[in-house]
Nanobody
């Protein structure tokens, strides 16, 4: 059983910073791409940032220059450093990983349960 567990969400004032972390657990053979998505109330889930196994990154235009995604391949963990937060960044943030479980034949997408980020004064 593979699980992705997010941590680091909370309440922050506009202009503040938060750091989210994602830690996969279970029997994992390899992890390909990882990413963060978010879903604001009444809106669809959207991509925030992606990072592949080689460290190449991709960001949504709305977070470029403010958010930084990183991963530790040795520990299989991923982080999202969020700076200059705005009220419109308020959402539930989800960790995603495309990975191959030990003994599996192909990669599959796994999701965490999400962590709430609230940006408000």
């Amino acid at each position: 059983q593979v699980q992705l567990v997010e941590s680091g969400g909370g309440l922050v004032q506009p202009g503040g910073s938060l750091r989210l972390s994602c830690a996969p657990s279970g029997s994992i053979f390899s992890i390909n791409g990882m990413g963060w998505y978010r879903q604001a109330p009444g809106k669809e889930r959207e991509l925030v940032a992606l990072i592949n196994s080689g460290g190449s990154t991709n960001y949504a235009d709305s977070v470029k220059g403010r958010f930084t995604i990183s991963r530790d391949n040795a520990k299989n963990t991923m982080s999202l450093q969020m700076n200059s937060l705005k009220p419109e960044d308020t959402a539930v943030y989800y960790c995603n990983a495309r990975l191959i479980r030990t003994g599996a034949m192909r990669a599959m997408d796994y999701w965490g349960k999400g962590t709430l980020v609230t940006v408000s004064s």
